[in-house]
């Protein structure tokens, strides 16, 4: 048992935590009848997710989002192996559960469901407090301060002051000694006052190396902040996304398929039966295609299946974004449960920055303020905006040396958004000077 916050802070971050937050839990919160973590899925993109899954039972449906979590106390870390959040989208709402599962040192016995006769505080807020300490490798780490206990009080007792900033349900604590905004628009005007940076990208080793290729200047600006590149779908700086930009359109994200025939037979055969041939041996697969527009070129329309845009709400948790051809086939999908958990993973925070570039005798960028930063966003404003054709799906795919026994291919599916209308994706969004 922690003595203090501080105390509690330390032990999160030398875990590696870059974040943390908390919710008083109220007298229904409990083991049996899962903890309330908010009636929006903007939630979601709190915890890193391991992967979401849809569970189809008619009016019932969920998606169940996988979590790597763990009790932390002071002298052990215990993994909780059935941890995940249930999403209700028709409601919508976002419940934890399957958090004691396997679990020995878990506060079980402060999380058992309270019978009515003793209950004291129709289910509202009760004393206890669950703290939740995200880290940069995508690790949910968690202790539960019980009513009575010294951590538990000495919340109470600044939150009462106001002391910790309010996000959904859940209060921000300060783990680092200041607010990581403020450090990121810092670093950023150091970039900014150094003029032209040559374009160049770390390696997996953290090791600055040339970058020659046209779109050097997000690689750029990572590296400038110490970003090394990875295969995650998490957040790139103190918990921010960061994405640069040289023009009025921008990319959000590069999901693959995960169903109809491109999922079923890979980008080779998708390009080489809706592509178009070009120079060399090459076949492209290209083209704006935007909701419910067929796409002269390709043939195909693109579609969300399951998502009510009036309502703004997912009504079918099988449903997907769609490639459809005149017949009503699907030639590629993406199914919600795969777009929702690369979006909120990597766009609970954003900054988006402008470049310039110049070749001289090598290429170089300078970044510009101010930066676009957007807070607060959820997979329902992602569909929507695909749904007004704010989003459109605008792929650089191809097929090389395609008349060969070796052919290869360059899968590129990227969905992306006029610069103008990044706010609509944000409950809050403006510039910032930097």
């Known amino acids: 048992m922690f003595d203090s916050i501080a105390s509690l802070l330390k032990r999160f971050s030398d875990l590696g935590a870059t974040r943390v937050f908390c919710k008083p839990l109220a007298e229904n919160d409990n083991s049996k009848q899962q903890i309330y973590l908010g009636a929006s899925l903007e939630v979601v993109q709190m915890f890193p997710l391991r992967k979401i899954e849809a569970a189809e039972k008619g009016k019932d449906s969920t998606y169940k989002a996988k979590l790597d979590f763990s009790w932390v106390g002071k002298d052990f870390v215990e993994r909780a192996t059935g941890a995940q959040l249930i999403l209700y989208p028709q409601y919508p709402e976002v419940r934890l559960s399957g958090f004691l599962r ?81 450090i990121l628009l810092e670093r950023l005007a150091e970039i900014r006052r150094k003029g032209w940076h040559h374009s160049i990208r770390l390696n997996k080793s953290g090791e600055v190396i040339p970058y020659n290729a046209r779109n050097g200047g997000g690689y750029t600006l990572e590296a400038l902040l110490g970003i090394i590149p990875n295969g995650r779908s998490e957040p790139d700086y103190l918990g921010w996304e960061i994405k640069a930009y040289g023009g009025n359109r921008l990319t959000l994200m590069t999901p693959e398929p995960d169903g109809g025939m491109y999922g079923e037979e890979g980008v080779k055969a998708f390009v080489r039966k809706f592509g178009a ?158």
Not at 114 to 129: H, L, S, T
Not at 327 to 339: E, I, P, T, V, Y
Request: glycine letters at 8%; aromatic letters at 10%.
């Open 102 to 182: 396997g679990c020995t040192h878990a506060p079980s016995e402060h999380l058992r469901p309270v019978p009515k006769v003793f209950r004291c505080f129709n289910n509202g807020p009760d004393g206890r407090i669950l703290f939740f300490g995200i880290t940069g490798s995508g690790e949910t780490l968690a202790y539960l301060a019980h009513a009575e206990s010294a951590v538990a009080k000495e919340f109470q007792k600044n939150n009462t002051k106001g002391n910790y900033p309010k996000e959904s349900i859940f209060f921000d604590l300060p783990i680092l000694t200041r607010d990581s905004k403020i």
């Open 277 to 434: 041939p070009s120079r060399g041996d090459t076949l492209y697969f290209t083209g704006t295609h935007r909701a419910n527009k067929r796409n002269a070129g390709t043939g195909l329309t693109l579609v969300v299946r399951g998502f009510n845009p009036a309502r703004k709400m997912i009504e079918d948790v099988g449903g997907a974004v769609e490639l459809l051809t005149d017949a009503d086939q699907c030639a590629a999908a993406w199914s919600f449960g795969h777009l929702m958990i690369g979006w909120n993973k990597k766009h609970a925070q954003a900054a988006y920055v402008r470049y310039e570039s110049e070749k001289k005798e090598a290429l170089a960028y300078r970044y510009l303020s101010p930066a676009l930063m957007g807070r607060g966003t959820d997979f329902n404003r992602y569909l929507s905006a695909i749904c007004a054709g704010k989003i459109i799906f605008d792929p650089a795919s191809k097929v090389m040396n395609v008349s060969t026994l070796k052919p290869s291919a360059k899968a590129r599916s990227q969905f992306r958004m006029s610069v103008r209308h990044l706010g609509q994706l944000y409950q809050e969004f403006g510039e910032e000077d930097f």
